[in-house]
C-alpha cells in the first residue's frame, strides 16, 4: 500500500512539473512582446507610420518559425534603446547594436546577425586646387630654397678657383662671375652637360668633382622633399591607425561602440546624435573625419546623393558584429538565438543582403 502511494505521488508531481512548464511556454508564445528600436537605416526604417530595413525583415524570418505577437517601441536615441532593454521596458531589441566588452556587461546578445565594420568617412579633395595651394606652402617654399643655396654654394666655390686662369668661362668680378659659376653649378647638378664650362684648375676640379657625387645623392633627397610638397597630401595616406586620428578634427555618434574605440585610444571627438548629424559636420567643415558603422554611413551617402562629396576610406578601424539585444538572464535569448542562425543560412536572407548593401 505505501509502494502505491509513492508511485503515485511520483506521478502527481511529474504531471504538475510537465503541466507548469507547458503553461509557461503557452504564456511566452501568446503574450504580446515588446520589441524596442531606433531608427538606424538601412537596418531600421519608417515610411508612414510602417517600418522596414533588414533588422526588421530578420525578425521578421524568424517569427515565422515562433509564430509570436509582437509590437514594436521606438525610442528616441540609441541610449534610451540600450537603457530601455537594460531596465525590462522591452523585452529585447533587433536594433543594429554592436557587442562590446562595456555592453557585456549590462546585456546580453544573441549570435550576431550582419558583420560591419568601423569606417572613416571624410570630404572628397579638389586635387587640382590642392595641388596649386601646396605651390605655395611652406614645404614646397622652403625645398626649393636649400635647392638654391646648394646650387649657390658649390657656384660661389668653382668661381674663386676659376675666376683668375679661366677668365673667359668663370671671368667676371662679383656678381657677374658668381652668376656664371652658378649656371655651371646648376647644369652640373641636373647633368644636363652643356660644355660651354667646364673647371681648369686643380682647386675647381676637386670641387667639380665632389659637386659631381654629392649632387646625385643630393638631388634625390631634395627632388623628393619637392616632390612630397607637391603630392596632394590627403587624409588617406595620414590614417594607419587609430592613434592618427588624433591629428584630425573628429566627430562620431554618441554612445556609439565608435566613441567606445576613440575613448578606449585617447583620440577626442565630439558627438552627434545620428549619421545624420554626421555627415552635415563634413558638409558644412565643421569636422575632418567622421567615425561610424561603414554600412549605415554608406547608405546615408547614397540616399543623399554625396558619393562626389564625401568618401569613406578603404582603411577600417575594428570589425563590428551587430547582435540582438536582451536584458541580462532573459529567457527569450535561448528560443531565438537557434532560429536566428538558421535563419542567416537560408537564401531568403541573402537576397535581403544583397537588396540593402
Do not use: H
Not at 142 to 167: D, M, P, Y
Amino acid at each position: 500500500m505505501m509502494l502505491f502511494f509513492r508511485f503515485c505521488l511520483l506521478i502527481f508531481i511529474i504531471t504538475s512539473f510537465s503541466t507548469s512548464a507547458q503553461q509557461d511556454s503557452l504564456s511566452t508564445a501568446s503574450k504580446d512582446l515588446k520589441i524596442g528600436v531606433f531608427i538606424t537605416p538601412p537596418f531600421v526604417m519608417e515610411d508612414k507610420g510602417s517600418l522596414s530595413g533588414l533588422s526588421i525583415s530578420s525578425w521578421e524570418l524568424v517569427n515565422k518559425d515562433l509564430q509570436m505577437s509582437y509590437e514594436y517601441i521606438q525610442y528616441e536615441s540609441l541610449k534610451a534603446l540600450l537603457e530601455g532593454v537594460e531596465k525590462g521596458e522591452v523585452d529585447f531589441s533587433i536594433n543594429p547594436v554592436t557587442v562590446t566588452d562595456s555592453r557585456m556587461k549590462r546585456l546580453d546578445f544573441s549570435q550576431p546577425y550582419f558583420i560591419s565594420k568601423t569606417a572613416i568617412a571624410k570630404r572628397t579633395e579638389n586635387q587640382t586646387w590642392t595641388f596649386i595651394k601646396n605651390l605655395w606652402s611652406w614645404n614646397f617654399i622652403s625645398a626649393v630654397l636649400i635647392l638654391i643655396t646648394v646650387i649657390f654654394i658649390f657656384g660661389v666655390l668653382v668661381w674663386l678657383f676659376e675666376r683668375r686662369k679661366n677668365k673667359e668661362e668663370f671671368g667676371g668680378k662679383g656678381l657677374s662671375g658668381i652668376k656664371e659659376g652658378f649656371w655651371w653649378s646648376a647644369v652640373t647638378m641636373t647633368t644636363v652637360g652643356y660644355g660651354d664650362k667646364s673647371p681648369r684648375t686643380t682647386g675647381g676640379r676637386i670641387v667639380g668633382l665632389v659637386w659631381m657625387f654629392a649632387a646625385i645623392i643630393m638631388i634625390s633627397s631634395l627632388t623628393a622633399g619637392i616632390a612630397s610638397a607637391l603630392t596632394v597630401q590627403n587624409i588617406n595616406n595620414s590614417i594607419t591607425s587609430v592613434e592618427d586620428l588624433s591629428k584630425f578634427k573628429t566627430t562620431t555618434v554618441a554612445n556609439s561602440s565608435a566613441e567606445e574605440l576613440l575613448e578606449l585610444y585617447g583620440i577626442e571627438s565630439q558627438s552627434v546624435f545620428d549619421e545624420k548629424a554626421g555627415v552635415q559636420q563634413l558638409l558644412d567643415k565643421e569636422t575632418d573625419v567622421f567615425v561610424y558603422d561603414e554600412p549605415i554611413i554608406s547608405y546615408e551617402i547614397q540616399q543623399r546623393e554625396l558619393s562626389d562629396k564625401i568618401e569613406i576610406l578603404p582603411r577600417t578601424l575594428k570589425k563590428d558584429y551587430y547582435s540582438y539585444t536582451f536584458p541580462k538572464e532573459s529567457n527569450l535569448l535561448s528560443q531565438i538565438d537557434p532560429i536566428l542562425v538558421s535563419t542567416l543560412k537560408i537564401m531568403e536572407w541573402s537576397k535581403l543582403l544583397e537588396k540593402y548593401q
